[in-house]
């Protein structure tokens, strides 16, 4: 069985219920989640060994979140107790015309707070095949991009594979910021997962002879975009989602698989949301399996496409499909009809 490390923040999410606004709500529902918890959910509902790494408070809250990824059958051995507070996070789904809105409350978390000395890396990758971070993780300050590039460097040296999805966020720092401390972790990446905007905020690349800004991105212009990733910090594979949204409530997903200087793309769907947060951790988390499973590339931006394409049809940010499920999706089974 494959082992999978991830390593990031787990909050306390809470939002309305249903589709009501903040100032609508008389309470709010719980749930768990963070970039990197959300993939190890998906990886241990595939079946893997997935692990997850982060430090919460050693009080009953952080021993909520604690709970609800063994629930799901995630590895939390390696988790740090300690600080203060968990992070949270409101969720207002949108609908139609009408945006989600998300808020973060998680100055001061535990991880946040954490300390090199925490994280022994050479015991947590014991065993290990692959490593996954995102861009929010060093963003969130103190000493967490110096202990993503312990980590990094600690995969690298004992053959473990490496992927991060640079998920920008300007909350939580700069572009020249980003910039700084990403340049910096990229070369130990094996798997780069991105989208035209962050590849344009982080690194300041952008598609050949097209307009973001104006949503004129063609397929050449993604390919552009994974070349010059791949040819700055020499990364094995480069993954790109393709959101078009037509609404809140309506997308179309897709996204391409760059690897080896050959461009491979997914078939498109149309989406009508039921939860959106979390989409793109589902498409990570598939896309690790895809390519752990020893799935050849087309396949495996076919898997990670379906399977991030159920997870907009669950509420919440965890991904509660199964193998089976994503592969009826990816082989074409899209009706939805009721099964028996």
């Given at each position: 069985?494959?082992?999978?490390?991830?390593?990031?923040?787990?909050?306390?999410?809470?939002?309305?219920?249903?589709?009501?606004?903040?100032?609508?709500?008389?309470?709010?529902?719980?749930?768990?989640?963070?970039?990197?918890?959300?993939?190890?959910?998906?990886?241990?509902?595939?079946?893997?060994?997935?692990?997850?790494?982060?430090?919460?408070?050693?009080?009953?809250?952080?021993?909520?979140?604690?709970?609800?990824?063994?629930?799901?059958?995630?590895?939390?051995?390696?988790?740090?107790?300690?600080?203060?507070?968990?992070?949270?996070?409101?969720v207002?789904?949108?609908?139609?015309?009408?945006?989600?809105?998300?808020?973060?409350?998680r100055?001061?978390s535990?991880i946040?707070?954490?300390?090199?000395?925490?994280?022994?890396?050479?015991?947590?990758?014991?065993g290990?095949?692959?490593?996954?971070?995102?861009?929010?993780?060093?963003?969130?300050?103190?000493?967490?991009?110096?202990?993503?590039?312990?980590?990094?460097?600690?995969a690298?040296?004992?053959g473990?594979?490496?992927?991060?999805?640079?998920?920008?966020?300007?909350?939580?720092?700069?572009?020249?910021?980003?910039?700084?401390?990403?340049?910096?972790?990229?070369?130990?990446?094996?798997?780069?997962?991105?989208?035209?905007?962050?590849?344009?905020?982080?690194?300041?690349?952008?598609?050949?002879?097209?307009?973001l800004?104006?949503?004129?991105?063609?397929?050449?212009?993604?390919?552009?975009?994974?070349?010059?990733?791949?040819?700055r910090?020499?990364f094995?594979?480069?993954?790109?989602?393709?959101?078009?949204?037509?609404?809140?409530?309506?997308?179309e997903?897709?996204a391409?698989?760059?690897?080896?200087?050959?461009?491979?793309?997914?078939?498109?769907?149309?989406?009508?949301?039921?939860?959106?947060?979390?989409?793109?951790?589902?498409?990570?988390?598939?896309?690790?399996?895809s390519?752990?499973?020893?799935?050849?590339?087309?396949?495996?931006?076919?898997?990670?496409?379906?399977?991030?394409?159920?997870?907009?049809?669950?509420?919440?940010?965890?991904?509660?499909?199964s193998?089976?499920?994503?592969?009826?999706?990816?082989?074409?089974?899209?009706?939805?009809?009721?099964?028996?």
């Open positions: 069985m494959k082992r999978i490390i991830t390593f990031g923040e787990i909050m306390m999410r809470l939002n309305p219920e249903g589709y009501c606004r903040f100032v609508q709500a008389g309470k709010f529902e719980a749930s768990y989640a963070g970039g990197e918890a959300n993939v190890a959910v998906s990886l241990s509902n595939y079946g893997m060994d997935a692990a997850f790494v982060s430090k919460v408070p050693a009080h009953e809250i952080g021993q909520c979140a604690v709970n609800e990824l063994r629930h799901f059958g995630v590895d939390t051995r390696m988790m740090v107790r300690g600080g203060d507070r968990l992070g949270l996070y409101f207002e789904k949108g609908a139609s015309q009408r945006a989600s809105k998300v808020i973060y409350d100055a001061g535990a946040a707070k954490a300390s090199a000395s925490d994280f022994d890396w050479n015991k947590i990758f014991d290990a095949d692959w490593f996954h971070f995102t861009g929010i993780t060093p963003a969130l300050g103190g000493e967490l991009p110096e202990i993503c590039l312990e980590a990094c460097k600690a690298k040296s004992l473990v594979k490496i992927s991060c999805d640079l998920n920008y966020r300007k909350k939580l720092w700069s572009n020249e910021k980003a910039n700084e401390v990403m340049s910096t972790l990229m070369p130990y990446v094996d798997v780069c997962i991105a989208n035209e905007e962050d590849a344009k905020d982080v690194f300041g690349i952008e598609a050949e002879d097209t307009d800004n104006a949503g004129k991105v063609n397929h050449e212009g993604y390919i552009s975009v994974a070349r010059q990733l791949a040819e910090f020499g094995e594979k480069v993954a790109i989602t393709l959101r078009g949204s037509i609404s809140a409530s309506d997308n997903w897709a391409m698989l760059y690897s080896d200087g050959k461009a491979y793309f997914s078939p498109k769907y149309n989406v009508r949301i039921v939860d959106r947060v979390g989409g793109g951790d589902s498409f990570g988390g598939g896309l690790i399996y390519l752990l499973s020893g799935y050849d590339d087309q396949k495996a931006i076919n898997f990670a496409v379906a399977a991030s394409c159920l997870k907009h049809s669950i509420e919440h940010d965890f991904n509660l499909v193998v089976a499920e994503v592969e009826a999706l990816a082989g074409g089974n899209a009706s939805g009809r009721v099964q028996r």
